[in-house]
């Protein structure tokens, strides 16, 4: 099934997956935004910490939850397997979240970008010289795996696929009842473009953010980039009948326009009542491309993961590795200046951090605006503007080791990942299991 079914935990849970990996090619699946605290083995990242679950063998993911709570997701964390669709929610509740009791339903709106071209074909034109460096622009846009598509125009895309084009491909269709509030959960599990949600005639009041709880804001629409998350409550309270969910795609950065898509990507909040019509309230060069951190690319291991390297008390690693090992727990500040004309969702594995600037230009501790350190967001995945900067601190109290990359599934191809290692001596303790790593041989 396409999104891949919800994965429900209380705080606290024993989670445990067996995944079959019927593709022909290695697979591994990450559990974006749990801390793995104690765990980092089974984080699900090829070439970091694990190497990939052969085809045909299986491989059984087994963690328990921290006390963390809120709107994650998973996703494969092999090659670019997850843009073909190994993308699926994962909701943890808690009795200690704050708006416990104050919204009556749930509703998954997961929404991403989608390719009518597989991810290989598309990762090999985008890292050849051909591509000039302009990523691949998407086909459409999804909510919960649907959207319609106008197949006339299907010929003119890019990369022509020959594959069957439905006509009358549906919206994704939510049900409101008049009077109940919902808590609506927004995933972005696309490969590069980032959306601003909003369902007509509706007020979204953001109680959270990529799993931390936030003071509640009221909002007309919520700008959502690649892998972030928000939580919003929503009451139904207008006349029963039939509202756009909207998410607009954020065409700016697409180098070359798509003729075959439409932006404005919909689903539809039916209220219990409405006649089930489609009336809709609301207005209707030479080198090959490359991703650096401080001059490096970012190339995964073959056969092997860093992860069991430090287990062995490897503590040097390949340049191609990019690894900033902190021996201890420490609060560290980094400042990740962005000298590119497209803004990058930057994640975090195992943790997350407060955002303490963003903004243009590079940031300077003399000269730009004091560090906003008064009730800071907290989030995984910060969005890095476009020629801007972003300065976020975090404490490496996590043993392991932990990608940070660009989400945007183009440029961790290209190498945009750099690796944080925490507290060696801890790893070399670990008790990673024998089954984990003779998945190297
Ligand atoms: Cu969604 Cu490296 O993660």
């Not at 003071?215 to 207008?238: F, G, K, M, T």
């Not at 994640?347 to 963003?358: D, P, R, S």
Request: glycine content about 8%.
């Amino acid at each position: 099934m396409f999104p891949g079914p919800l994965v429900e935990a209380n705080a606290g849970d024993r989670i445990v997956v067996k995944v079959t990996n019927k593709l022909a090619s290695g697979t591994a699946i990450h559990w974006h935004g749990m801390y793995q605290n104690g765990t980092n083995w089974m984080d699900g990242t090829t070439g970091i910490t694990q190497c990939p679950i052969p085809p045909g063998q299986s491989f059984t993911y087994n963690f328990t939850v921290s006390n963390q709570w809120g709107t994650f997701w998973w996703h494969a964390h092999a090659s670019s397997q997850y843009v073909d669709g190994i993308v699926g929610p994962l909701v943890v509740h808690s009795p200690e979240e704050p708006q416990l009791g104050q919204y009556d339903e749930d509703i998954i709106m997961m929404i991403s970008d989608y390719y009518h071209t597989d991810s290989k074909t598309l990762v090999s034109w985008y890292l050849s010289p051909e591509s000039e460096g302009s990523e691949p622009v998407p086909d459409n846009g999804l909510i919960n795996g649907r959207n319609p598509f106008d197949c006339s125009k299907d010929s003119s895309a890019h990369f022509p696929t020959g594959n069957r084009c439905d006509p009358g491909a549906p919206h994704a269709h939510f049900s409101f009842q008049k009077g109940l509030r919902y808590r609506i959960r927004i995933i972005n599990s696309g490969a590069f473009a980032a959306f601003h949600f909003s369902i007509d005639n509706h007020r979204l009041t953001v109680i959270e953010v990529d799993g931390v709880d936030v003071q509640p804001v009221e909002v007309e629409r919520i700008p959502i980039h690649v892998a972030q998350r928000y939580s919003a409550l929503v009451d139904a309270n207008q006349t029963v009948g039939n509202y756009w969910v909207r998410a607009d795609m954020n065409t700016n950065c697409f180098n070359d326009p798509n003729p075959a898509l439409d932006p404005s990507v919909r689903a539809i909040i039916h209220y219990d009542g409405a006649p089930l019509t489609t009336t809709v309230h609301g207005a209707d060069k030479e080198e090959g491309m490359a991703g650096y951190v401080n001059k490096t690319s970012w190339e995964p291991l073959r056969g092997d993961a860093t992860l069991f390297q430090a287990h062995q008390g490897v503590s040097t690693f390949d340049n191609s590795q990019l690894m900033v090992t902190f021996n201890r727990s420490m609060t560290v500040e980094l400042v990740i200046i962005n000298y590119d004309e497209g803004d990058h969702p930057f994640h975090l594995h195992g943790h997350t951090f407060y955002v303490l600037a963003i903004g243009s230009g590079g940031y300077m501790f003399d000269l730009s605006p004091p560090l906003q350190t008064k009730n800071p967001l907290r989030r995984d995945t910060v969005t890095i503007p476009a020629f801007g900067h972003a300065v976020i601190r975090f404490v490496t109290d996590n043993p392991g080791i932990w990608a940070f990359h660009c989400h945007i599934h183009w440029h961790m191809e290209a190498g945009l990942l750099v690796q944080f290692l925490s507290q060696p001596d801890a790893i070399q303790a670990f008790n990673i299991p024998e089954e984990l790593k003779a998945m190297c041989k």
